[in-house]
């Protein structure tokens, strides 16, 4: 007898042991399947169905509460959208759920109606007897509470439902907590993609961890692609050209520069387009980084720039007529008074008296100078002026610049010390260019130093493979404030002129862009009340 009752409590345990494991199993099954909700909405009503279905109770509900612990949803299960529509608002957390809130431990009960703290149900809700109810937290975060009534197949919940419940309850919380989250990150992503789709101007994402790449409507409007992976963007960088129309390598396209951790602001390009004319497009990227150190990506801003094209455009065409159109009466005046001068020295009789016309002689020269200005940089930047590289030699374009500025009035009495070796490399560049860089850095410097203070021009080899040309003079220098504006166009210092009118502010606009196209640098330094020097640098003849 003693060996068959020892069977049977084995035979027991065994059956007790397997029902445990069913229970647990049941439980992690249910758990994935609330986590692989789609949604929060779809997770908070899984939840309360898979809680109904591990301990067998007729009703249940999820109360979520707000960050200041008030219940924001209330998500039930086994009665019906018509009896939720009748009970009205949501529950208060009074009586027994406000127990349970208050509390956040687990309540079972066998009659809700006994309990002191019961206070009935409104008008219209279904009877309930048994409750089981536990809170769902995470770490020391209130998220809610799960309540369930009425088990089906017996009397009352069980302690074993409990445990269960609580169980499942971790799992939930984990389950809500990663729902908020994805929820206020899909939320973030839908505003963010909303404003994004509202900008006027394309703008491009590449994600280096997951390698896709994300464009609002602009950016694929003018890139006439959808974009999804880098596959895509590849094909699509392979448009991309100079704005000349030259072939651009990819390596040097703004966005694969940023990914390499540069800032590239304003690039100008031409896209090759199927469907329109081609487009010029004006782009800045960036590399993006996490808190650290970490690349997470690049973004690219880009816009059509054709009206802004058309804009330069017609600002050049304006610029070249206005120019020419002054220049032929400006150079007739001159010629004329330049021979009314000559012929009124030594007579005796004028019809206008010498220092007038020799006034008049130098406002016209002045008018020249800034029409020649406005036309020469009109025509650099509309590309109007093609370069006529050949082997030059910077003594022999300094010599004649030295000449040209001598010549001028007001200069025949000015000192200019050379420093050019004859035996400098050659450079390959404009001759006519160059030169006019050195004959406006003559002019700037004379026109802020005294008519006795020497200029000094010199040349030298600099860095390995360029050739560095400065112009010095000893005048009252520039002011800290103004020099980063230098060689802006039209810009004017507060400086004035020695006994000169000041100009429109080109002569050293014009420098730099020449510089700049023949492959060299213009700098600045000075030293206020002593004076400065102007430097640019051009390759050497390889």
Known sequence: ????????????????INRLQARAIAVREVSERVASS????????????????LTGARYGALGVFNPFGQIEEFITHGISEDDRQRLGSLPHGFGILGLLQQTQRPLRLSDIGVHPRGVGFPPGHPPMKSFLGVPVRFQNDSLGNLYLTDKLDAPEFTPEDEDVLVQ???????????????????????????????SPDGILFVDTITGEVQANRRAEHILEAHFTTTADLAMVLAKCVGPDGSNLPQDQHPIMRALQGEFVAGQEMLLRRTTTDDMPILCSAGPVRGEGTELLGAVMQFQDATTMKEVQRMKDDFFSMVSHDLNAP???????????????????????????????DSEVDWLVDQVANLLYIARLESGAMLADVEECYLADIVDESVQHFLRYRGNETRHVQVDVPADLPATMADYNQVQRVVLNLLVNASKYSEPEQPITVTARIDTP????????????????????RLFEKFFRGAEQPQGRRQGYGLGLAICTRIVDSHGGTMTVTSEWGKGSIFAFSLPVTE
């Open 465 to 484: 493979g360029h050739l560095l040309v400065e112009v010095a003079d000893r005048g009252s220098g520039i002011r800290e404030e103004e020099r980063a």
């Open 330 to 360: 400006l150079a007739v005046i001159r010629a004329i008074m330049s021979s009314a001068i000559a012929d009124a020295h030594g007579a005796e009789e004028i019809a206008l008296p010498l220092s007038q016309a020799e006034v008049v």
């Open 168 to 198: 499942f309850a971790a799992q939930v919380a984990l389950a809500i907590r990663n729902g908020r989250l994805n929820h206020r990150v899909e939320t973030e992503r839908r505003r963010l993609a909303t404003i994004l789709d509202s």
């Open 38 to 53: 789609a949604d929060l909405p779809a997770l908070l009503q899984a939840v309360v169905d898979a809680a109904c279905e």
């Open 1 to 16: 007898m003693a060996e068959l009752a020892g069977e049977r409590e084995l035979h027991n345990l065994r059956e007790e």
